[in-house]
T-cell receptor
């Protein structure tokens, strides 16, 4: 069985500040890990994913995430928040093809 | 990148009617497609896994007789909400797995409103 926990349903940062969205996972096999972004009334857009290899993964829009097996974490970061980053972010874990999502974190960016 | 389309993007129907939602992989073949449901301000919940040429696998608590899934070809899966009720109003999202790139691609979603 696999699951994902996103710490913090709502994160608020100032424009230009560091963005940190937390994700911890549980998986009985080496996981595939994902971060998706969802803008209002739209579908999901893949930000980045980790499968194997380098543990620091770079994605689109300046986001990156680091896979830490010892901490079972896959936190999403961005050095400098932009107003356009305001959205809902979902962390997901997959063992092969079945994907499970976290509850989501709503990111608000203040001017 | 790979594209997954859904049709319709939104639909309003009367209680008791049935609604069909299509999910298509436009430029790749998908032996497996997934159907999710998202209630307002909540995460996605996996409803069922659709396998081409075989019966869908439903998650616990999802009524298979109410949410009919058909995956007749490698590029098309359909979800039919039968005898829809207001509580079925939700955002339905499909995804399709591309085995070549080992990535799931999500459709834009279909918003269903049942009056």
């Amino acid at each position: 069985a696999q699951s994902v926990t996103q710490l913090g349903s709502h994160v608020s940062v100032s424009e230009g500040a560091l963005v940190l969205l937390r994700c911890n996972y549980s998986s009985s096999v080496p996981p595939y890990l994902f971060w998706y972004v969802q803008y209002p009334n739209q579908g999901l857009q893949l930000l980045l994913k980790y499968t194997t290899g380098a543990t620091l993964v770079k994605g689109i829009n300046g986001f990156e995430a680091e896979f830490k097996k010892s901490e079972t974490s896959f936190h999403l970061t961005k050095p400098s928040a932009h107003m356009s980053d305001a959205a809902e972010y979902f962390c997901a874990v997959s063992d092969s093809y079945d994907m499970r999502f976290g509850a989501g974190t709503r990111l608000t960016v203040k001017p | 990148g790979a594209v997954v389309s859904q049709h319709p993007s939104w639909v309003i129907c009367k209680s008791g009617t049935s609604v069909k939602i299509e999910c298509r992989s436009l430029d790749f073949q998908a032996t497996t497609m997934f159907w999710y449901r998202q209630f307002p301000k909540q995460s996605l919940m996996l409803m069922a896994t659709s396998n081409e040429g075989s019966k869908a696998t439903y998650e616990q608590g999802v009524e298979k007789d109410k949410f009919l899934i058909n995956h007749a070809s490698l590029t098309l899966s359909t979800l039919t909400v039968t005898s829809a009720h207001p509580e079925d109003s939700s955002f339905y999202i499909c995804s399709a797995g591309d085995r070549v790139t080992d990535t799931q691609y999500f459709g834009p979603g279909t918003r269903l409103t049942v009056l």
